[in-house]
């Protein structure tokens, strides 16, 4: 479903930055339910493009590297987190 919403958003070229940016988060969600911390990595990349500093999806990217050992990697973003909310 969300890929088609991706495939239509490149098609009509008709979006808002909010949509596609929620819409590539949901696809990292699933990808990540799914076992496929990198590629869910990359749609949380392509979001942060978009829209960068949410800190909802900073912290998720934190997670995401710590499920893969990267925990310096992880705790970077846990510091950029902690710096978005205050």
């Known amino acids: 479903y969300y890929s088609h919403c991706l495939d239509l958003f490149d098609f009509l ?22 076992g496929e911390s990198l590629q869910s990595l990359e749609y949380v ?10 800190p909802s999806i900073i ?3 934190s997670g ?5 050992s990267r925990f310096d990697e992880a705790q970077k973003y846990m ?4 710096y978005l909310i205050g």
């Open 13 to 34: 070229g008709k979006f808002s930055k909010v949509q596609l940016s929620e819409t590539l988060v949901q696809i990292a969600l699933i990808c990540d339910k799914l």
């Open 59 to 61: 912290l998720f990217k």
């Open 64 to 68: 995401l590297f710590a499920t893969m």
């Open 79 to 82: 510091i950029k987190y902690k």
């Open 45 to 54: 990349d392509e979001s942060l493009k978009i829209i960068p500093n949410i």
